[in-house]
């Protein structure tokens, strides 16, 4: 991944040395710098940057000031001639707090840490967009049950109904098997009898013409053989 980052600080001079100690590192651009604290904020309105490196005592906004009014926060590392400042910025939830003169190693290890911590950021949000497909069952008359797709281990036939077996309950509801597995996705479940569907993944075991399932063995229907045997043994 590649880091975008600012540089805020009144001294030109200290601007330069980030910037070259930013030269060393791969993955880390830096797409501006300001000396005024107040452009800065004027920038950040209409531009999005993983990382800041902030000084605290500038004209006009100091560094504790400028984060209060910041209306998204990326990642800050604070870069001051200045100790006091510590507590209040880790209030504040900054990622680091670096003291001037800056040794590179510690550097280093500042901006590592911003890796890391764009890295569980994004971990976070790709788990929260994969969504397990489900589906609602009707398991009375007022009653819509929901279950996960990925729970499911077999859906047998009795006639007019249903028994849905998943990993942790049984479901028996009014619908025939050529409609419920119609609805279920091709690349995870197969019809193998005139009276059973199952989830391919769940499978255990294939001996002959049947297939095991969590210790129970479910014949293949001798028309469904060859297309069963292809999709799951390949």
């Excluded at 209306?71 to 870069?79: A, D, S």
């Excluded at 510690?106 to 840490?113: E, H, L, T």
């Excluded at 210790?215 to 043994?233: D, M």
């Amino acid at each position: 991944m590649n880091i975008n980052c600012l540089i805020i600080d009144d001294e030109p001079l200290a601007i330069n040395v980030i910037k070259s100690f930013i030269k060393e590192i791969d993955n880390i651009t830096i797409i501006n710098t300001f000396t005024s604290p107040v452009n800065a904020l004027k920038y950040l309105k209409e531009h999005k940057v993983d990382l800041i490196f902030l000084d605290i005592n500038m004209p006009l906004l100091n560094g504790l000031d400028f984060i209060r009014n910041l209306e998204t926060k990326p990642l800050i590392i604070v870069t001051t001639a200045y100790d006091e400042y510590a507590i209040k910025t880790y209030e504040l939830e900054v990622l680091d707090y670096l003291v001037k003169p800056i040794p590179f190693p510690r550097f280093m290890k500042a901006v590592n840490r911003a890796f890391k911590a764009l890295d569980t950021a994004k971990a976070e949000d790709t788990s929260k967009t994969i969504k397990r497909p489900f589906t609602f069952i009707k398991v009375d008359k007022k009653k819509m049950k929901k279950i996960y797709l990925d729970e499911i281990l077999v859906i047998e036939s009795l006639r007019d109904y249903l028994k849905i077996t998943t990993q942790t309950n049984k479901y028996i509801i009014h619908s025939t098997l050529s409609n419920f597995t119609s609805l279920l996705p091709e690349s995870n479940f197969i019809r193998i009898h005139r009276s059973f569907t199952i989830a391919i993944d769940k499978i255990d075991s294939v001996e002959g013409n049947s297939v095991e399932i969590e210790g129970i063995r479910y014949v293949i229907g001798r028309s469904y053989v060859e297309n069963v045997k292809k999709k799951i043994l390949g």
